[in-house]
């Protein structure tokens, strides 16, 4: 069965620290990638995304994700967060354009003072 | 461009009751699917519906169903709730008529409370 693994449920980090939220996936066909953010007591909002292309996507907010094939890998990245990136972070694929998401378990991303 | 609108946001029913909420996609997509979304068991697919058909479902039993109106919008019922149930529902719009479709948007979620 598909599925998609995110390796941390939790990731404690101070602020203007590096972050790295990592997800890994099982396939062996061609997918689109994903990562989510939810904050609480809100619907998901798109960080960014693999469609094709250049393997390294970047968000408007400083995050970035690398598609790596051949460890199927999308890890989501960030060199210095903020207090505001606090949140709930969802990796997700999807197996054709539209339509099911299979999402990972969430990365609950703390940032302190 | 208005978002996906879901409604209610809140709602608490009884153990036994049937609910039914609905979703109205971005203007021009397509594509409607809903998730549950719980502590326990994360964002768990539901089903998919494209031109008011079901093209995808996931493993939920048979009372969990929907529908899809030729405007798109969509609702979705769960009968004979039990307390499992509790969850956030979300749906999500996609499959814009023009153009391409790179992404899937969510609503804000019906948070469904069971007693």
């Known amino acids: 069965a598909q599925s998609v693994t995110q390796l941390d449920s939790q990731v404690p980090v101070f602020e203007e620290a590096p972050v790295e939220l990592r997800c890994n996936y099982s396939?062996?066909?061609?997918?689109?990638l994903f990562w989510y953010v939810q904050y609480p007591n809100q619907g998901l909002q798109l960080l960014l995304k693999?469609?094709?292309?250049?393997?390294l996507v970047e968000s408007i907010n400083g995050f970035e994700a690398e598609f790596n094939k051949s460890q199927t890998s999308f890890h989501l990245r960030k060199p210095s967060v903020h207090i505001s990136d606090t949140a709930e972070y969802f990796c997700a694929v999807s197996y054709n354009q539209g339509g099911k998401l299979i999402f990972g378990q969430g990365t609950e991303l703390s940032v302190k003072p | 461009k208005a978002g996906v609108t879901q409604t209610p946001r809140y709602l608490i029913k009884t153990r036994g009751q049937q609910v039914t909420l609905s979703c109205s996609p971005i203007s021009g997509h397509r594509s409607v699917s809903w998730y549950q979304q719980t502590p326990g068991q994360g964002l768990q697919f539901l089903f998919e519906y494209f031109s008011e058909t079901q093209r995808n479902k996931g493993n939920f039993p048979g009372r969990f169903s929907g529908r899809q109106f030729s405007n798109s919008r969509s609702e979705m019922n769960v009968s004979t709730l039990e307390l499992g149930d509790s969850a956030l529902y979300l749906c999500?719009?996609?499959?814009?008529?023009?153009?391409?479709?790179?992404?899937?948007?969510f609503g804000q979620g019906t948070r469904l409370t069971v007693v």
């Open positions: 693999y469609l094709s292309g250049s393997t």
């Open positions: 396939s062996s066909v061609s997918v689109y």
């Open positions: 999500a719009s996609s499959l814009p008529l023009t153009g391409m479709n790179t992404e899937a948007f």
